[in-house]
Structure formats: structure tokens, C-alpha cells
């Protein structure tokens, strides 16, 4: 296995002088590929690749504690930088509003994001093997998915490599055995309350014994010619894309037009385009489901069809087919409250950002609004004076999610908001169930990381980033506005 790794895997996925950070739960797949990368990285010296090891301990299991000190030790023997990332995997599930594990995978990537950041890391590495391989493939053929889906876990996607996709579970711990690697066992993979548990458990072991002994590399092959396939339709997509794509005078922002030419493509065309339509509108990666994409499909082409469908309206007219945002509208100038209130003109203020541990003013509200961590408020203003301020508690972790920076600023089109066992709101539906004018929306001030809004004082908190237990905490704190503000006026 290590052979062909070396000389044939490895020098394709890792380009000289990278510096890759390497996933290791401390399971034998993620310590055996750590010990291959360290043993490609002494024998390969004139290729200038670096390692660095990022460990995540879920706060789940007593053998968590275990599992970390089995991968610092291994990582101070192999003299590889080691990162350790402690946090509250079911706390954050529950916040989320998300199954355990794919919370913990979520947090997981977007730690591991921010960590190569921080290390310069061009590659991360994950264990994921052919077994891993033939359980995605069947768990999402079960849930109907079409051939992007099928196609399964890709070899290098962006800046992720899986080396170890072709090989058998059987040969990596076979490579443990042979090199004397220690490893740990996680008995919550055994656990049978996980579809991907039983697949992996009861279904393919079935397979094995009673269809095809050699299930797990017939669908890995599957997955590879599905791969090919998929590649080439993304790329025919991307061109004719090009082409039928038509922009709305009206409103371009928040409106994608395709010709209605469109419907004489065939319908693995067809479909990708209206997909690629309603996700560049939704800013849902996962787009729209086989029964709405299906729904457009069945119109023809006909003008003045119209469907409202998740997060936006699909109308087709004599020129094309077009995807509007649901934004709602926008109202006129009117007048808003402030704290005290007082009317005050209706005005939208310029993007305000926010700084952890510092105050910002919002002149035109006559109100400021901080950031701030628990060790920047003294013991005796740890509690708010809710007449005077209007706060909102975050996780600190949980921020780390979004990329955009957070802000203070008024509303925009195509803002909205996400809560848990509902999922996404528009803004105008938040503002419609709490009885808010159209007059007054318009000067609220609302904390937002892109269209992503967390909080809308004195309305609605998300859900999102709200804290969950063992979390450092971070207050948003908005009050009214006052000389020489400093952290401890609180």
C-alpha cells in the first residue's frame, strides 16, 4: 500500500513544498495516513512538503481525553506541530438544530479551515477510505440522490485530499499492524442508531456474502465513472450557461434570467441550469429538490407560469424564465423609535463594523452598539440594564463559522434569517410575525454577516450562534449613546 502511495498517489496530490495539515481522530485510518505522510515527507525530502496535525476532541466519550494524548504523543515523537480543538459536540448539535453527527462534521470542517488558515496550510488531508467510499455511495442512492450525489466522495476536491480512498479498511489495518502504529476505537461507530452505521454494519456485509463479495470496489467504481460523468455535464453546463444567461433591467441583483431556449436542452441540461438558477438566487448550496426542479421542468417553457418555491418566486414571461429572491418589499421612509421613544427619521445609516472589544457609534440612532468578550465587562455590569440596553449572547465558536465579517447596519434585499426546526426566514416574514410597520423596518438596526442576519434588536435573536454549554460567550450590547464611552460605562 505505502508503495503505491509514494510513487503513485501522493506526488500527484501533493505538489511540491506544501504544507498539509492532516485531520487525525486517532482512529487506525487517520494514524496510518499520518504515519504515511510523515514517512513521504523524510523519504521525499527534496519535495519540501510539511505536516501539521489537527486533532478534535468532541467532549462525548470518557476515552476523548485518551484518544488526544495518543495523537500529541505520536505527533511529539514524529516532531509534527499537533493542534488540539476542545468543544461541546451535542451542545452544538442541539443548538444547530442538526442530527450529532453532522453538527460535529460541520464544526470540524470549519475549524480545520481556520486552521489552515492560521498555518498557512495549502492541502488538508482526511482518512476517508473505500469503505467510506461505498457507504456514501449507498446512503445516498437510498435517499434518491442523482449523479452528483452518486458520484460520492471525491479523491481531491479544492484544497482536500483523501489518499487513502481506494484502499480497503482490511489494508490500512494490516499497515498498522505491520508498522506497530497504536491506535483508538470509538465504539460509537458500532452504535446501530446511525443510517450510515447500519449501512456500514448490516447492509454491506450483506452485500458482501450474498451479491458481490467485491461490493465495496464495484462502487467504487460506480462512483469514479459517475465522477467522469458529472465533471464533463458540470463543464457543458458552465458553457451553455454562458449563453441562454439574460439580465433583468429591473432588478438585476435580485433577479436571474435564463432564455427560455433553455427547455429544448435535454433534461440533464435542463435540470443542472435551473438548479445552478435557484441556488445563485437561495444561496442554498444544496439548491432545489428533484419534485420543484421537476415542477419547472413540466411548464414547457410557458409563459405566465409562476411557482413560489423556497426563497423565490420562478416566473416565466415572452423573454425568458426568471428567478426572483423573496425579499419582499422594500417600503418607504418613514419614521422609527428609538430607545427613548422618540420619533426619529427613517433613514438607513452606513455599514457599521464591529470590533470585538470595542464600541461604535450609531449617530443618526443616537445609539452605540459593542462587541464584546465576558473579561471586557467588570463584575458588577455583568448583568444589563434591559430598560437602557438591548443585548444578544453569542458562542465565540460559533461566530467562527461565517467568513464575512459581522456588522451593524439596516436591512438590505435578500437578508434573512434561520431558526431552528423552521430553518430560513426572509426578513419581511420576521418583520410580519412581530407586527413591525413597513415604515419602521427600514431604520432598524440589525447585526448581520452577509445576508446572514443573527440579530435584530429589540425583535428576534437567530438561532444561529446562540451559545450552548461549556462555550465562551460573546455579547452584541446595543445602548444609548453617550460621551466618553468607554468599556466599563456598562
Known sequence: MYEKLRTRVLPQMIPPNAKVMVAVSGGPDSMALSHILWRYVREEQSRGVSLVLSHVHHGVRKDSDNEAHLVQKMAAKWKIPCIVHRFDAKGYAKTMGQSFQEAAREWRYARWKEDMRK???????????????????????????????????YPTKGSIIRPLLTFRKADILNYCAREALPYALDRSNE??????????????????????????????????LLRWDEEYL???????????????????????GLSRDIFTEPAAILSRLL????????????????????????????????????????????????????????????????????????????????????????????????????WNLSPANATFDRQEHKVAVFSRDLLGRFSDRLVCRTRRQGDRMWFQGVGHKSLKKVFQEENISVKA????????????????????????????????????????????SNLNSL
Not at 318 to 346: A, C, K, T, Y
Open 119 to 153: 498555518e498557512e496550510c495549502t492541502l488538508l488531508a482526511t482518512a476517508h477510505h473505500l469503505g467510506d467510499q461505498a457507504e456514501t455511495i449507498l446512503y445516498r442512492l437510498l435517499r434518491g440522490s442523482g449523479t452528483a450525489g452518486l458520484a460520492g466522495i
Open 191 to 224: 452504535e446501530l442508531v446511525y443510517d450510515r452505521n447500519r449501512i456500514r454494519i448490516e447492509l454491506l456485509p450483506e452485500l458482501e456474502k450474498n451479491y458481490n463479495p467485491r461490493i465495496q470496489e464495484a462502487l467504487g467504481r460506480t462512483g469514479e
Open 234 to 256: 458540470s463543464r457543458q453546463v458552465e458553457t451553455v450557461w454562458k449563453h441562454y444567461r439574460i439580465y433583468s433591467i429591473n432588478d438585476p441583483v435580485n433577479t436571474i
Open 275 to 374: 438548479r445552478r438558477a435557484a441556488m445563485l438566487i437561495t444561496k442554498e448550496p444544496r439548491g432545489l429538490g428533484f419534485a420543484y426542479v421537476a415542477k419547472i421542468m413540466g411548464s414547457e417553457g410557458k409563459p405566465g407560469w409562476m411557482q413560489d418555491l423556497p426563497g423565490l418566486t420562478v416566473k416565466i414571461s415572452d423573454e425568458g424564465i426568471w428567478f426572483n429572491r423573496d425579499v419582499g418589499s422594500v417600503g418607504e421612509p418613514g419614521d422609527v423609535v428609538n430607545m427613548h421613544g422618540q420619533q426619529m427619521l427613517n433613514a438607513a445609516f452606513p455599514e457599521i463594523a464591529l470590533d470585538m472589544g470595542h464600541w461604535s457609534k450609531i449617530p443618526s440612532l443616537k445609539l452605540e452598539i459593542g462587541l464584546l468578550e465576558e
Open 441 to 484: 423596518r427600514n431604520g432598524l438596526p440589525l447585526i448581520a454577516s452577509g445576508a446572514e442576519v443573527l440579530w435584530i434588536p429589540g425583535v428576534r435573536q437567530s438561532s444561529l450562534c446562540r451559545p450552548y454549554q461549556n462555550t465562551e460567550r460573546v455579547y452584541c450590547v446595543l445602548k444609548p449613546q453617550a460621551s466618553g
